[in-house]
């Protein structure tokens, strides 16, 4: 087998094809090469050969000393030069690859063969001592810390490793001889240090620094292999969901020295500006230094071009002042790469006695706006194709397009107080309340109002809808208040857990710090991150471009995507993102908006009502109001479906807990008080998710189920009239068996011809389908479409069963769920596609065999999740419906998953 491969101006044996075995730098390294672009020689070590070297416990695999023996021997050939040579000694470095670039996250280690033996020649052939004890002193340094330290598994005592130990000597070297800069330090100076350098390392570690070239090298490559399981590896890669089978690659390079005097330097650059996807050479450089002072943050580097230049660093030279030569050289090759990888690309160089050389090159990390602008320019540069321009946009990323964001400048800036979950995307700040009525009236004289609570109820809705943001110490993702949130495209932060609240008290405690009712505090929703004060915030608004790349991903969209909906406001935001319909509108919304109080006073009368005529009086009173409602959703929504729900939530969601609210009930049905609190109480259920709801409700209440049909059937009718195409689908929810639906459609059916009648229609044209939200009714689903026209699957309840989780209660044990890898996601955020998903499939298979065409959708949350909209691509569904903001990404997620 095969486990070193050279590359060089003369063969180079890979190319940018092999990333899984030679990891994405050795592979690019390898294809710049072939490229003819200047890249130091080199060769790289498989990730085969890593894992190998892991799972044995530390030895190689048959085969692998011969093969590095006869590619260094190559290299050396290739350089003039020989490793271990006094003459001409040739130095390298030792660095770490994986498939997927894991910035940082492994280790390297530079300057390998510096011993007592090349010393002497380097600085005789260079004539620049001060160079080769700078090279010598960062190798002690590297390599004490990657190889003798981590390596060995030795942990650092109080963060007190032998790297942070070897700093500390040089900070207090220059200090006695005050001296500011590293550059400052003499020939005499770097010997000296490396002096106490190698002692300080033979006392804490126990161990002579290696001065064998031989041995520096085995120990390099062992420990950069070793690195893939470091800790700081291993919890990205949990992070990124990057297997831990892969490995990672060591390619062994020819140094070349940015830190040989003021003509040589090194630096980083991006193909285009990955903040804002400018067309625009964007990069950093540092003279007289090595990459790791760079890419690790050591010193502040210099911008490369006017491009990159800012406000504060007006005084600095560029590197197109400095080296135009290298400069313009640099410049050509970012256009050769760019026309060759088709790609914003991210690369590293070092220039050696103003001679450029390339050290890296990889895809670029950018934000979701350069993302869509970079792939519309290319696009138009005729760079990449239509299929490659929407696939360079995660869908994800359109999130920060369509919400106000945090400053990403300040926010680096600034001290983070405390995390949470990112329950709804988007920056906001605001003057603190604790109870939704003081967040209402606080909003009336701030603009911007955070609401912080425990948690929060439908009662708390108001404030809610006051807030720029919300902030609750509990509750997960699909928590009422993230829901709601990200329904509004609300910035919303939930089960920040560091927080204790005093809601009686007005005040907050965060850590040993409190706050007040009216301190201002900033919640990025997209990362889960609050600030104290106020951080700037950037309006990421839409753009032509962000239409016409939509447009564009919408002709290769085969899956409707509608939205959940619940006003005639929430519809117009959801058609103006593209919506093509309602897949759900929850009735019972009209009850928990600002200015329900009369509807909802009613609806209490319909609940605490006892006698048959109470109640029937009652809710002929309701009626006008939910024909309203639904009246003016159908018109903004003309010519387009609109599914809606009968009355869904279990009925003591809506009971009075005031005793006011209580008092003035009881007047109105003329009962005592005492009574109202007496049917308050026997509406209380043990398991209300799992109670008196939805269909059940419907069969219970029947005059319930009649008046919202009637409700549908009349606006329906009065807007046909007027010219308009309404389109009701009446669902619907929570049922189990056929029969229900047969008790539900007798009503649907009378009510509708009564009310065509009272019209002088001759029909009313409607649908009627169900959710199927239990698992009984999915696996009854050949009969439940015998009376369904339509299915619309409520992923977020059907979850819930299936898993046995309640939903408002997942926050204590899934977090521990997921971090002992127990399920690989939150199945309420992806939809779980072995379980559910196979549920899903039974029924959509089930129902369409009895009714080919039968309509299938999906509303729960799941909807505007990507993988999950590739799953209902998968399965068949005809749409997904999603909260309004999500609608752009249900959208691209869609046109992936047809491309
Ligand atoms: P990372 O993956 O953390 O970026 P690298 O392997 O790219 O680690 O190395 C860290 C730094 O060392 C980079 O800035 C790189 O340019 C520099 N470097 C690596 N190999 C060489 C070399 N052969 N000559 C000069 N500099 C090098
Ligand atoms: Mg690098
Ligand atoms: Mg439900």
Redo the contacts with the bound molecule.
Sequence with gaps: EKYVYSFNGEKTEGDASLMNLLGG?GANLAEMARLGIPV?PGFTITTECCNAFLRSGGSYPHGYTEQLNDALGRLEKNMGLAFGDPDNPLL??C???GRQSM??M?E?V?NVGLTSGTIPGLIKKTGNGRFVYDSYRRLIMMYADVVMEKAEGIEAMNGNGIRNQLEKILAAFKETRNLQNDADLTEDDLKTLCGLFTERVETVLGEKFPDSPEAQLQGAIGAVFKSWNGKRAQSYRRIEQIPDSWGTGVTV??????NMGDTSA?GVAFTRNPATGENTFFGEWLANA???D??AGLRTPAPINDATKRETNKGVTSLEVAMPGAYNELEAIRNTLERHYKEMLDI?F?IQNKRLYM??CRVGKRTGTASLVMAMEMLEEGLIDEVTAIKRVKPQQLNELLHPIVDPEEESRAECLTEGLPAGPGGAFGHLAFTSDDAVKLAKTHPNVILVREETNPEDIEGMRAASGILTARGGMTSHAALVARGWGKCCIVGAGDITIHPSMNKMQIGDKTFNQGDILTLNGTRGRVYEGKLKMVDATEDTRFQKFMQMADAYRTMGVRANADTREDALVAKSYGAEGIGLFRTEHMFYSAGADDRLFILRKIILSDTEGERKAAVQELEPYVKEEIKETLKAMNGMPVTIRALDPPLHEFVPHSRAKQIELAEALGVDVTEIKRRCEALQESNPMMGHRGVRLGISVPDLTEMQVKAVFEATAELAKDGFHPQPEIMIPVTCDVEELVFVRKIVNTTCEEVARRYGLASIVHKFGTMIEIPRSALRANQMAELSEFFSFGTNDLTQLTYGFSRDDVGEFLPTYLEKKILPADPFQTLDPSGVGELIKIAVERGRKTRPDLKLGICGEHGGDPDSVRFCYKAGLDYVSCSPYRIPIARLAAAHAAI
């Design positions: 730098k130091p390298v470095s660095r770490s690859g910035p940082g492994m390297t530079l390079q020819a140094m070349v020295f940015g090194t090595q990459g790791e760079v890419v590293e070092t050290l890296q």
